[in-house]
């Protein structure tokens, strides 16, 4: 296995059988956190510009360079990398001779015998760390020479003193002194010869390792205008690309992009250094570059050896045996990641024969769904990959960092969570767990929300205010994914919104950063029924970082209507476009029965049922603001003598049998939405009438009261607000949150009843009858005439089957129609997700998936 450039691992991939993608590769030197975050815009915005010719002279991109360094633009060339511009210069400067401070980058011999020149070497010390003496080097010197240096010295990572290059070059006017400076933006206060540079001296810049831009190719050389005249003339028209001009434009006033690197290579170099120094067969040598050169000191192996077995297991390293001045006992590698550092410790260790004492315990196996929106169908997918894994015997759980919703459960424990979760946590057979959910946000207004963490309220916060405490959030909701993981075999992940949003990503935990700490990989969903799916996928890849493309395992095509036969054009550009996959097309699952996560689609008017022939009740489900637990009358929805519909405005709403308020995050400002838009007038208006029942949950049950106080402005800047007036009942809002599950038994049909109660603060029911007679035998809720008009904080009464079907019959009779007498429809959705999961095994890879998890 022979190297000489990076480049060569193409060749010896192929020759071994394996993907170049597949292998780790610490044998080329670029830089270890990618490619900057705009390269992928820059490119894009520029591709219009690539069919036509290139600017032949890179004119803005010299000027650029030119007041970076202050100095004169005819004393700069740009050429397509580095490497092109040292082959250039042999044959533009006049030399007898070259000589070439070894070891050292093999090109410069090489540059030097393809003009015709004789190289001479001289060697630098391992007993010196490979230092450069300049006296010895003066001594070589008789005029006439090339001589080439690298610093940082690849490989030995050493610098050579600006300073002493200074004089020597002073009082060797008749030499011309090359110096390879392709790896000084990773040294912090670097000396570079660029400044106080004398007349004959060279000097040579990449921005191709520092910028991680191989493929691109980009460098420049500074020298006097003499040879940047003769270079030129020697050098081919168009040698530097429209796009590489276009990146090189960007990059040089990236600062900060340069600064963020050194402080990243400096801090894992150093940790590479004291890890590798501690095996007692290696010799490190203190580099300051983002690479270390080792010397092997057993017999055990080489490095020629040691590199061949390690392309085996997916890693190159650099065996040094060709370069002039070292031997194949030696090695170089480069500076990459913490966790890909450790890898390739362990692996050294592992073929000196080294025992590797136990470290922490691997990650659980895990799989994410993110979408590329919200509503896309990840939380369903989520909970059918769960039922898989169940039912293909895999202990399993579901995750999802953040959630932000207002529709929530409350657990055994007296817990809050997502309801998403909670529907997950089913179709695992689990008992719903905080953990799986552990930060919940419920907005109250449109820049707050309450922040609910591992189950317990912490307290209301604005955008920026929970911005700073994310970093405190971060570590608990690690812990609690960590604690979840341990339990299980396989963990499902849950994304939120879309991990392509710029705007939020420097903030994110519950999407890319959050696969990237349980080594998920990722599956992007896409929503084709709200149009543009391929333009999201194309769009989402383009606008996620290089680390965050890695994870993405492939796309699936969501809630598609037809033949999916004829999307493949469609898929073959998209793979092309992206190299990424669609695993699988979803069709369009028509009345899933399982609850929804969020209010996207019941705000949408989708849910709404078109008119039920035959006989069939009418209930009118008033849409608020700030709706939640709006899956309170998910049940309802599949009554098929039920018809339901979403009410925005008075207009709207004629003369219904029932009416539905639901609960509420903001109750307030919510009931006053009501009385200004004229829905609250209509409703006590229908009220009056006697012919509509209504019925308020929750925050809807306050608003039918007299009073609504909030003393303490838990939701709002005012004291108090005139209810509807509706029911005689009176709230009192405070900080304390009553989260509690609870069985009753309603009091008119006596028929068992069981939910949850979500609320602040308490309601005076005392003038009022009881609705229910609550386990402990207290009494919960309140109604008036005959319980036509009622309310109640259960969340969920209506998933009680038998209560379900007394209502509907209840509102049958009243306008002449049989009552049915039995239960319907059963609300149960374990059938559902065993229904869900079907179509999804019968449209998705699921073997491949396994793959991506390890478990086949």
Same mark, same amino acid.
């Given at each position: 296995?022979?190297?000489?450039?990076?480049?060569?691992?193409?060749?010896?991939?192929?020759?071994?059988?394996?993907?170049?993608?597949?292998?780790?590769?610490?044998?080329?030197?670029?830089?270890?956190?990618?490619?900057?975050?705009?390269?992928?815009?820059?490119?894009?915005?520029?591709?219009?510009?690539?069919?036509?010719?290139?600017?032949?002279?890179?004119?803005?991109?010299?000027?650029? #360079?030119?007041?970076?360094?202050?100095?004169?633009? %005819?004393?700069?060339?740009?050429?397509?990398?580095?490497?092109?511009?040292?082959?250039?210069?042999?044959?533009?400067?006049?030399?007898?001779?070259?000589?070439?401070?070894?070891?050292?980058?093999?090109?410069?011999?090489?540059?030097?015998?393809?003009? /015709?020149?004789?190289?001479?070497?001289?060697?630098?010390?391992?007993?010196?760390?490979?230092? *450069?003496?300049?006296?010895?080097? $003066?001594?070589?010197?008789?005029?006439?020479?090339?001589?080439?240096?690298?610093?940082?010295?690849?490989?030995?990572?050493?610098?050579?003193?600006?300073?002493?290059?200074?004089?020597?070059?002073?009082?060797?006017?008749?030499?011309?002194?090359?110096?390879?400076?392709?790896?000084?933006?990773?040294?912090?206060?670097?000396?570079?010869?660029?400044?106080?540079?004398? /007349?004959?001296?060279? &000097?040579?810049?990449?921005?191709? +390792?520092?910028?991680?831009?191989?493929?691109?190719?980009?460098?420049?050389?500074?020298? %006097?205008?003499?040879?940047?005249?003769?270079?030129?003339?020697?050098?081919?028209?168009?040698?530097?690309?429209?796009?590489?001009?276009?990146?090189?434009?960007?990059? #040089?006033?990236?600062?900060?992009? #340069?600064?963020?690197?050194?402080?990243?290579?400096?801090?894992?170099?150093?940790?590479?250094?004291?890890?590798?120094?501690?095996?007692?067969?290696?010799? &490190?040598?203190?580099?300051?570059?983002?690479?270390?050169?080792?010397?092997?000191?057993?017999?055990?192996?080489?490095?020629?050896?040691?590199?061949?077995?390690?392309?085996?297991?997916?890693?190159?390293?650099?065996?040094?045996?060709?370069?002039?001045?070292?031997?194949? $006992?030696?090695?170089? &590698?480069?500076?990459?990641?913490?966790?890909?550092?450790?890898?390739?410790?362990?692996?050294?260790?592992?073929? *000196?024969?080294?025992?590797?004492?136990?470290?922490?315990?691997? /990650?659980?196996?895990?799989?994410?769904?993110?979408?590329?929106?919200?509503?896309?169908?990840? $939380?369903?997918?989520?909970?059918?990959?769960?039922?898989?894994?169940?039912?293909?015997?895999?202990?399993?759980?579901?995750?999802?960092?953040?959630?932000?919703?207002?529709?929530?459960?409350?657990?055994?424990?007296?817990?809050?969570?997502?309801?998403?979760?909670?529907?997950?946590?089913?179709?695992?057979?689990?008992?719903?767990?905080?953990?799986?959910?552990?930060?919940?946000?419920?907005?109250?207004?449109?820049?707050?929300?309450?922040?609910?963490?591992?189950?317990?309220?912490?307290?209301?916060?604005?955008?920026?205010?929970?911005?700073?405490?994310?970093?405190?959030?971060?570590?608990?909701?690690?812990?609690?994914?960590?604690?979840?993981?341990?339990?299980?075999?396989?963990?499902?992940?849950?994304?939120?919104?879309?991990?392509?949003?710029?705007?939020?990503?420097?903030? %994110?935990?519950?999407?890319?950063?959050?696969?990237?700490?349980?080594?998920?990989?990722?599956?992007?969903?896409?929503?084709?029924?709200?149009?543009?799916?391929?333009?999201?996928?194309?769009?989402?890849?383009?606008?996620?970082?290089?680390?965050?493309?890695?994870?993405?395992?492939?796309?699936?095509?969501?809630?598609?209507?037809?033949?999916?036969?004829?999307?493949? %054009?469609?898929?073959?550009?998209?793979?092309?476009?992206?190299?990424?996959?669609?695993?699988?097309?979803?069709?369009?699952?028509?009345?899933?029965?399982?609850?929804?996560?969020?209010?996207?689609?019941? +705000?949408?008017?989708?849910?709404?049922?078109?008119?039920?022939?035959?006989?069939?009740?009418?209930?009118?489900?008033?849409?608020?603001?700030?709706?939640?637990?709006?899956?309170?009358?998910?049940?309802?929805?599949?009554?098929?003598?039920?018809?339901?519909?979403?009410?925005?405005?008075?207009?709207?709403?004629?003369?219904?049998?029932?009416?539905?308020?639901?609960?509420?995050?903001?109750?307030?400002?919510?009931?006053?939405?009501?009385?200004?838009?004229?829905?609250?007038?209509?409703?006590?208006?229908?009220? /009056?009438?006697?012919?509509?029942? #209504?019925?308020?949950?929750?925050?809807?049950?306050?608003?039918?009261?007299?009073?609504?106080?909030?003393?303490?402005?838990?939701?709002?800047?005012?004291?108090?607000?005139?209810?509807?007036?509706?029911?005689?009942?009176?709230?009192?809002?405070?900080?304390?949150?009553?989260?509690?599950?609870?069985?009753?038994?309603?009091?008119?049909?006596?028929?068992?009843?069981?939910?949850?109660?979500?609320?602040?603060?308490?309601?005076?029911?005392?003038?009022?009858?009881?609705?229910?007679?609550?386990?402990?035998?207290?009494?919960?809720?309140?109604?008036?005439?005959?319980?036509? &008009?009622?309310?109640?904080?259960?969340?969920?009464?209506?998933?009680?089957?038998?209560?379900?079907?007394?209502?509907?019959?209840?509102?049958?009779?009243?306008?002449?129609?049989?009552?049915?007498?039995?239960?319907?429809?059963?609300?149960?959705?374990?059938?559902?997700?065993?229904?869900?999961?079907?179509?999804?095994?019968?449209?998705?890879?699921?073997?491949?998936?396994?793959?991506?998890?390890?478990?086949?």
């Amino acid at each position: 296995m022979k190297f000489r450039h990076g480049g060569d691992l193409w060749g010896i991939a192929k020759s071994a059988g394996m993907k170049r993608e597949d292998i780790i590769d610490f044998s080329a030197n670029v830089n270890p956190l990618g490619a900057p975050k705009w390269l992928r815009s820059v490119i894009s915005s520029n591709l219009s510009r690539i069919t036509d010719y290139p600017d032949p002279f890179c004119a803005p991109l010299i000027e650029k #360079i030119a007041a970076k360094h202050n100095i004169s633009s %005819d004393e700069i060339l740009i050429g397509n990398g580095s490497t092109e511009l040292l082959y250039l210069l042999p044959r533009a400067v006049k030399a007898d001779r070259a000589l070439v401070a070894v070891p050292a980058y093999v090109d410069y011999e090489q540059a030097a015998e393809s003009a /015709k020149l004789p190289v001479e070497t001289i060697v630098m010390s391992s007993a010196s760390d490979f230092a *450069l003496n300049i006296a010895t080097l $003066s001594s070589r010197l008789r005029g006439g020479e090339l001589v080439f240096i690298g610093s940082p010295n690849n490989p030995t990572g050493s610098i050579c003193e600006a300073s002493a290059i200074r004089s020597l070059a002073d009082s060797c006017p008749g030499s011309t002194f090359i110096i390879d400076e392709a790896f000084a933006d990773f040294v912090d206060r670097f000396d570079s010869l660029i400044n106080n540079r004398p /007349k004959n001296v060279v &000097v040579l810049r990449s921005l191709t +390792k520092i910028f991680a831009i191989p493929g691109l190719r980009l460098g420049y050389v500074i020298a %006097d205008k003499e040879i940047i005249s003769t270079m030129k003339n020697l050098q081919p028209p168009w040698s530097v690309n429209t796009l590489a001009q276009a990146v090189g434009e960007r990059a #040089i006033g990236d600062a900060d992009y #340069i600064k963020e690197t050194r402080v990243y290579v400096d801090d894992k170099r150093n940790e590479l250094y004291k890890a590798l120094v501690s095996v007692a067969d290696l010799h &490190v040598y203190q580099g300051a570059a983002n690479y270390l050169l080792v010397r092997i000191k057993t017999d055990k192996t080489d490095a020629v050896r040691l590199a061949g077995n390690l392309l085996k297991k997916g890693i190159a390293i650099r065996a040094c045996d060709n370069y002039d001045g070292l031997d194949n $006992s030696y090695l170089r &590698v480069a500076v990459r990641t913490g966790e890909e550092n450790e890898m390739l410790l362990k692996a050294i260790k592992a073929e *000196l024969g080294i025992a590797i004492p136990p470290g922490k315990k691997s /990650k659980t196996k895990a799989i994410m769904f993110q979408g590329t929106s919200s509503n896309a169908g990840k $939380s369903v997918l989520t909970a059918a990959m769960c039922r898989i894994l169940l039912q293909d015997g895999y202990s399993v759980a579901p995750f999802k960092a953040q959630n932000m919703s207002l529709n929530s459960y409350v657990t055994k424990g007296g817990g809050e969570m997502g309801r998403a979760q909670v529907v997950q946590a089913k179709a695992c057979r689990l008992e719903p767990d905080v953990r799986m959910n552990p930060l919940l946000l419920k907005p109250s207004s449109d820049t707050g929300s309450q922040v609910i963490l591992n189950g317990k309220p912490v307290t209301n916060m604005s955008v920026k205010e929970y911005y700073r405490y994310k970093d405190q959030a971060v570590e608990k909701v690690r812990d609690a994914y960590d604690s979840l993981a341990a339990e299980h075999d396989i963990i499902v992940l849950e994304g939120a919104g879309s991990p392509a949003e710029i705007n939020l990503k420097q903030y %994110d935990l519950v999407n890319m950063n959050m696969a990237r700490y349980a080594e998920a990989p990722v599956i992007l969903v896409g929503n084709i029924d709200l149009g543009g799916v391929f333009a999201a996928f194309v769009g989402t890849m383009e606008l996620l970082e290089e680390w965050e493309r890695k994870l993405v395992a492939g796309f699936i095509i969501n809630r598609f209507r037809g033949d999916a036969s004829l999307l493949g %054009d469609a898929l073959d550009y998209t793979y092309s476009h992206t190299n990424k996959r669609v695993l699988g097309v979803l069709p369009f699952i028509r009345d899933l029965g399982l609850p929804e996560e969020d209010s996207v689609e019941f +705000k949408s008017g989708n849910l709404d049922h078109a008119h039920k022939s035959g006989d069939a009740i009418e209930i009118a489900v008033i849409d608020l603001p700030h709706i939640s637990n709006f899956t309170d009358f998910d049940s309802l929805r599949l009554e098929p003598d039920v018809h339901i519909r979403t009410i925005r405005h008075q207009s709207e709403l004629d003369s219904p049998d029932a009416i539905i308020l639901p609960g509420s995050k903001n109750v307030i400002n919510d009931l006053r939405y009501l009385k200004d838009n004229g829905l609250a007038e209509k409703i006590f208006t229908l009220y /009056k009438e006697g012919n509509t029942e #209504i019925i308020g949950i929750c925050g809807g049950f306050q608003m039918l009261g007299d009073t609504i106080r909030d003393p303490q402005h838990i939701e709002s800047k005012v004291d108090e607000i005139t209810g509807m007036g509706i029911l005689p009942i009176s709230t009192t809002l405070a900080p304390e949150k009553t989260l509690a599950r609870f069985s009753a038994q309603h009091v008119d049909s006596e028929l068992d009843v069981h939910g949850y109660e979500i609320h602040h603060g308490e309601t005076d029911i005392k003038r009022a009858a009881p609705l229910l007679r609550r386990s402990d035998g207290k009494f919960t809720g309140a109604c008036q005439n005959n319980a036509r &008009v009622w309310g109640t904080y259960m969340h969920g009464i209506f998933d009680s089957n038998r209560f379900r079907r007394w209502f509907i019959d209840r509102l049958l009779v009243k306008n002449g129609l049989p009552p049915v007498g039995k239960v319907m429809v059963k609300y149960e959705i374990d059938s559902a997700l065993d229904r869900l999961a079907n179509v999804v095994r019968e449209s998705l890879p699921i073997d491949e998936i396994y793959e991506m998890l390890g478990i086949k």
